[in-house]
């Protein structure tokens, strides 16, 4: 269609195509176990070489057969073609594959003819190409077939194609690019000399490498999305995959974004804001929690059995509880004195975690109370005492603190480090303790429950949230001051449950699921177990007594604030969602994944319907053809094919006006066709409309016109 | 394609010797004839009106009868009178010249009014009765009535209500420049109409009337027809619309066209060519018109772009 392009013009698109075509290579190599990738290379050079030069077909053909069975008698059989131990190898080769292959036997045939088929498939390949470069002028459909490529095996094989999905992006983006210049100057017929051309190119090249730096330059959010595979398998396997955002058991997985959800849980009837306190976990994986046992140890609470200490008679609260949900668990705020509830339930503590639900007194199962009263004194801690917590005391911690020191072997080493950095100024574990739970909210920390990443097979949750995204909610910050308490060698375990709720009125509270929550317990050596909320927007509940001078210490100056007495929240923004969710986020993440891909899905096809309806005009005729060849011919089908060729003929902008008449309309039509059978169709029509009887017609002429004119109209 | 009816197509290239550029008018003069309904030629003296009929009239193998109306023609004139024959001791009728097959009734409204009436009433009624003796006119009857524009001096309007006997009112027009040297040359020697022969008897010519009430007319194209005339009551310029007179005229000239054209039905070119020929004479203009200066055949053009053609085999009128 066009002149040959010029040699030095073939041989750049050559080099880019070169590119690609490695590109290619390297994960097959990768994924096959393949050696060799240099000969293949070399082969792949050796076709370019052969167009450039318009090497005769057979004398290049005889070059590829050549070198195919070079490599093959080298790589397979260990010597060189030309050698005679070479030759008696292709011979044993041939012989030995073209009788499995005469029995059918494929899987026997040896690995040199898979090599063989490759080899063809790449020569194949090099002649696709070239048809591409050189009559289509584009290259974008194997572009986009490369980069799906690329990425469907980045995406379900070990091979990381990252980098080779940009740099073939840029390779194709330089090769449409230069192409589309190509095909303009061809289809327009212009005569452009060489200088122009590449004087063409450069803005293309600028664009690209600009696009590129740009885009490697730009800050990347991380991934939210978990990998595809695991939730396909757990698809597959029919396992959990997607569920409520709220109060959830299993912690194994943290991460990934969710959705609030204010479903009403509980309301509370209590004189102070209370943290309600449910379970508790000892064992950090890494990627979420679990605890340290397999079977927990229960015991009972009975009613109106005081399972705390009281304090102060005055500061006794009575709590009620009403349950709006079915769920077993019983609240343990903070100083929980007793429980009072109907006696046919009983109360079941596991002792390692704190956890109480109800069982229904006659059949020993969990079941939920609809309401149950508390006693509730929550301690108050003296500053002094709490001030007494040198670390040297934390030396001749028993063995049953041991779970709550533990820590993974791959926690990487700078979260360690961070630690110590963020507390060695500081000497008691209460103020280390309230340096970490401080430093989230100085050092850029954000929170948010959309775009909170999951960490891959590699990474550490707590590391990924320290270092690299600092974006999360309260699981974020409590798991990472758990691991960093422990770090220092201080027990520390993850305590989930709600946080106080919507005030309704002075003593009444609404907990929706939107205030599941986690946060922390630190071991203070001569106190016990403190709670500490390092999540930013939250104020923890824990009662200082202040029991010493007023000090400069700029750590204790925040503590006020941080009394339960204050009586707002200030920091808690409206839309403040916690939540003591795990997998359930990142299946609802994957929901939105498979959402939108069906979104898209249904907006391709429907513009695809769009796409074939704006250009029936097309299709159509040969659609209409095709179905009169089906039908009799008749008057029936005579007038329903007219009518189609009226409205093709609509479609193609030849408009009947309501006034104007079927003959009058045919002239207009015949004169600008310059034809005639649209009168010998409209006046046979008109016979068979206007007329009074049915009436003979040459049905084979009629259906020959009919066809002429409606074949024209999808030009 | 189509072809003409043969025998019509005789009538014309034989009418075509003597007139020149006039295919129109004759084409329309004889669906008139075939119909059975009369025509009125509308135009200035001199362009030929008289030499048309003399032309059917021979073509068709009759002579015609002329009445020329002058102010004081009487009825009497028209029709005929009865006077007393002494021999027979009776009242005989002798017959006007409105008794004949093809009677040209030249300038038509320079008459009175009651002579007028006289020649409409025989045109509608097929019939003369005077004294009580009612004498039938031989059919085939036909009616060439011509009339200058009123706008002439000396002239009585022909009533509204009596231009409906006329089927179609046509115009004649002047020749072009190179038809009127073509009258001038065939005229140079002898008179062409001398020598012109007829093709069809009056007898074939009854047949071919009966023919033409067999041309089969869809029921959609009824319905048509129908719309357009009801349609011309409602235009803003029109005071009195077409009547269902109108409509049953358009209907017998669509079926007298389209057998001269060849064909055994129907269609709405057939209408649509023959409305403003129908209608237009049947219309009253309100005065603003008259001030915009918008002919009734205008008017009939303008319904016709208003309403649909019917394009589909089931009917769906309205």
Known sequence: MTKPMSKIELCIYYAFIFLILYEWLVPIMELTNTGYIQYFMLFILLSIACTLLQLPMPIAALLKVMYILWFITLTHGGVHLLHIDGMRFLASEALYNAKQLIHLDVAAVTNSVRTILFFVLLWMLMYLIHYWITVRYSLFYFVVMTIFFLASLDTFSDYDGQWAIAKVLLYGLVLTGMLVVKRIIATHDLHVPASYMVLYTIPVFALVATAGYGAYMMPKAPPTWPDPIPFVKSVATGEKSVSKVGYDEDDSTLGGSFESDDTLVFTAQTSEKRYWRIDSRDTYTSKGWTQSYAEPTTKYVNANAYVGTMYNAENVDDVTITMETDDPYVLSPYGTLLYDYDEQFIVQERIESGYRESLYVSDWTTSPMDSYRLQVDEPSYSLEALRQTDMEKYESLGAEFDRYLQLPDTLPQRVRDLAHDITDIVPTAYEKARAIETYFKLNGYTYSTIGVAIPTETEDYVDQFLFETKVGYCDNFSTSMVVLMRSLGIPARWVKGFVTGDAIDNTTYEITNNEAHSWVEVYLVGIGWVPFEPTIGFSGTLDVAYDVEAQDDALDEQLPEQTPQSPEQPQVPEQEKSSATSTTASAAAIWNVVKWIGLVLVAVLLIGAAILYKRRNRWLPAYYVKQSHKQPQNWTTFEKNYKNLLKQFEANGYVRGKHETLAAYAKRIDEALQSTEMRTLTSAYECYLYGNSAQEANFAYLQECWEYLINRTSG | ?318
Do not use: C, W
Request: glycine content about 4%; cysteine-free.
């Open chain 2, 1 to 318: 394609m189509e072809h003409m009816n043969k025998q019509i197509e005789h009538v014309l290239t034989n009418i075509d010797q003597v007139m020149i550029g006039k295919r129109e008018v004759a084409t329309l003069s004889i669906v008139a004839m075939l119909a059975g309904g009369h025509v009125l030629l509308e135009d200035v003296p001199g362009v030929g009106k008289t030499m048309m009929v003399r032309t059917l009239a021979k073509s068709v193998g009759t002579d015609f009868k002329r009445i020329q109306f002058t102010p004081d023609l009487l009825p009497s004139d028209v029709v005929g009178v009865s006077i007393y024959n002494p021999k027979t001791l009776s009242f005989e009728f002798r017959e006007g010249p409105i008794v004949g097959h093809i009677v040209l009734a030249d300038e038509i409204n320079r008459t009175s009014p009651k002579t007028q009436s006289a020649l409409l009433e025989a045109m509608e009624e097929g019939s003369v009765t005077v004294d009580g003796e009612t004498v039938h006119i031989p059919k085939p009857f036909f009616v060439m009535a011509t009339q200058n524009p009123i706008e002439y001096e000396g002239t009585y309007p022909l009533p509204e209500a009596q231009l409906d006997r006329f089927l179609l009112k046509i115009k004649m027009g002047y020749p072009t420049f190179d038809e009127e040297v073509e009258v001038l040359r065939r005229a140079e020697h002898h008179e062409p109409i001398t020598s012109l022969q007829s093709v069809i008897t009056i007898d074939e010519l009854r047949e071919l009337q009966a023919q033409v009430k067999e041309v089969h007319i869809e029921d959609s194209i009824k319905a048509y027809i129908v719309d357009i005339v009801r349609n011309t009551r409602l235009d803003q310029y029109v005071y009195l619309g077409a009547s269902p007179r109108a409509s049953l005229a358009l209907m017998r000239a669509a079926q007298s066209y389209a057998f001269v054209q060849g064909r055994s039905f129907v269609t709405p070119d057939d209408v649509q060519y023959l409305a403003k020929f129908v209608l237009s004479h049947r219309l009253i203009l309100k005065q603003e018109a008259r001030y915009e200066q918008i002919e009734a055949e205008e008017i009939v053009q303008r319904v016709l772009t208003r309403v649909a053609v019917p394009t589909q085999k089931a009917m769906h009128y309205e």
